[in-house]
């Protein structure tokens, strides 16, 4: 699988719209970006999924670029329960390689 | 509704003890994963499984087994519980295609 690069932590205000990056330069044709995230002592929720174009669900949207190197989760109005760890993963097969995650804060 | 299960939810165990955990799902899933999770890592797959009889050894499968007899249920067995097993464990499931993993509740497991 290929590695991913995502920001250790990050804050976002209540209300407001949470944009996670995610840095996959060595991914491959037919490997998809996943995102998923855990709440704490949870286990984790798929949030969405992409292979190249943009996606959006009741949950989030994902960014991919054209290049597919990086993309970009959006909480479109985050809330406090959306406070959590978020995982960026690119696999092209059913298994699922969990590296650190963002820990998102989410503010009053 | 459907649902994974996990079972116990605590497990307190001594060294050298064999130990079992449950995994339930309802989904039909062919696809079925052990993970662990220890403070401040991500998760790890121990031993995944894509349909009754196949198993297959993960990235951190030493000291554990798995076997599956049924579309429904993977146990994780640790043969000879060590105080480097203390930690998490989360089972999940996804379809043949794969798209989505379902995660139980975890096991908080403490060897000692």
């Known amino acids: 699988d290929a590695k991913t690069t995502q920001p250790t932590s990050m804050d976002c205000a209540e209300g407001r719209a949470a944009n996670l990056p995610c840095n996959h330069s060595t991914i491959s044709g037919n490997e998809y970006v996943y995102w998923y995230r855990q709440i704490h002592s949870q286990g984790p929720q798929y949030i969405i999924h992409g292979l190249k174009n943009n996606e959006t669900n009741e949950m989030a949207s994902l960014i991919i670029t054209e290049d597919r190197k990086s993309s970009t989760l959006i909480l479109p109005h985050a809330t406090l329960r959306d406070t959590a760890v978020y995982y960026c993963?690119?696999?092209?097969?059913?298994?699922?390689?969990f590296g650190a995650g963002t820990t998102v804060t989410v503010r009053a | 509704d459907a649902e994974i299960t996990q079972s116990p939810r605590h497990k307190i165990t001594e060294t050298g003890r064999q130990v079992t955990l449950a995994c339930h799902q309802t989904w039909n899933h062919n696809n079925m994963f052990w993970y662990r999770q220890d403070l401040g890592h991500g998760l790890r797959l121990i031993h995944y499984?894509?349909?009754?009889?196949?198993?297959n050894k993960g990235e951190v499968s030493d000291g554990y087994s798995v076997s599956r007899s049924n579309t429904e249920d993977l146990p994780l067995t640790l043969e000879s519980a060590a105080s480097s097993q203390t930690s998490v464990y989360f089972c999940?499931?996804?379809?043949?295609?794969?798209?989505?993993?379902?995660f139980g509740p975890g096991t908080r497991l403490l060897v000692l």
């Open positions: 993963i690119v696999t092209d097969d059913y298994k699922l390689s």
């Open positions: 499984s894509y349909g009754v009889q196949d198993t």
């Open positions: 999940a499931s996804s379809s043949h295609r794969g798209e989505t993993q379902y």
